[in-house]
């Protein structure tokens, strides 16, 4: 966020409105900006813990983190904690860093299943490792671990339906969120007034195989009639 920090403030000084997109907490800097989403990482960890609380209830968990000191991770692993201290029968056995991407996240899985392999829960804090993590169970045909991701990708709505190697999801829409800041930014350009409140928070919810689809259907992961557009510019 550093860089992106001295990015909007040079914007800022030039008359430029930015709107943080990925607020972290209030140690970031919020001159810069006109107003910021978040995604309440700490508040998304607990409701992680209470979800293994009343499901799984007792067993040994391994952690796949994002990225170690980039903020957002840390804050899932704050809830998590916390949230799990109402809960003594669960403990974190392990924690290794996935980096956001599939590969590195099952190769974190499969080092902690080797010294833990009896382990009951792997919670992941993003669906594009938790889909890997999946088809690392898959192929080895590991049933016996609930499996917990966050957010969300069109990937991984299948895999969570069938509720196999996926069995939860700490959702919210990127889309959405997208959405949120674009209309925050807009009624200031057009107005001039910022919102009453600097920070918007971004709706999230704990789904399982029986509610993913009414809930993709109520904050979509993707805005169809817009696909085109977007990868013609990614």
């Not at 992106?4 to 972290?24: D, Q």
């Not at 949120?180 to 107005?191: C, Q, S």
Request: no cysteine; charged share 20%; aromatic share 6%.
């Amino acid at each position: 966020m550093a860089s992106a920090n001295r990015g909007a403030l040079e914007a800022s000084r030039a008359g430029i409105p930015v709107l943080n997109l990925l607020y972290s907490g209030p140690d970031e800097p919020q001159d810069s900006y006109v107003a910021a989403t978040q995604v309440d990482g700490v508040k998304g960890g607990k409701m992680i813990a209470d979800y293994l609380g009343q499901t799984v209830k007792q067993g040994k968990i391994l952690v796949v983190v994002g990225v170690p000191g980039q903020g957002f991770s840390e804050d899932i692993t704050k809830g998590l904690k916390q949230g799990l201290g109402a809960y003594p029968d669960l403990q974190i056995a392990a924690m290794q860093p996935g980096l956001f991407t599939a590969g590195p996240a099952q190769k974190a899985v499969q080092t902690m299943l080797t010294a833990h392999p009896d382990a009951k829960v792997i919670v992941d804090y993003a669906a594009e490792m938790g889909n890997g993590i999946a088809a690392f169970l898959k192929a080895r045909n590991i049933t016996g671990i609930h499996h917990v991701t966050s957010d969300g990708n069109p990937e991984m709505v299948p895999i969570l339906k069938a509720g196999r190697y996926i069995q939860a999801d700490r959702y919210y829409s990127s889309a959405q969120q997208g959405l949120m800041g674009t209309k925050i930014l807009r009624d200031y350009m057009e107005t001039g007034k910022k919102p009453d409140q600097f920070v918007t928070q971004v709706p999230q919810a704990m789904v399982t195989s029986d509610t993913i689809v009414a809930k993709v259907a109520d904050e979509p992961l993707i805005y169809r009639g817009y696909e085109s557009q977007v990868k013609a510019v990614a």
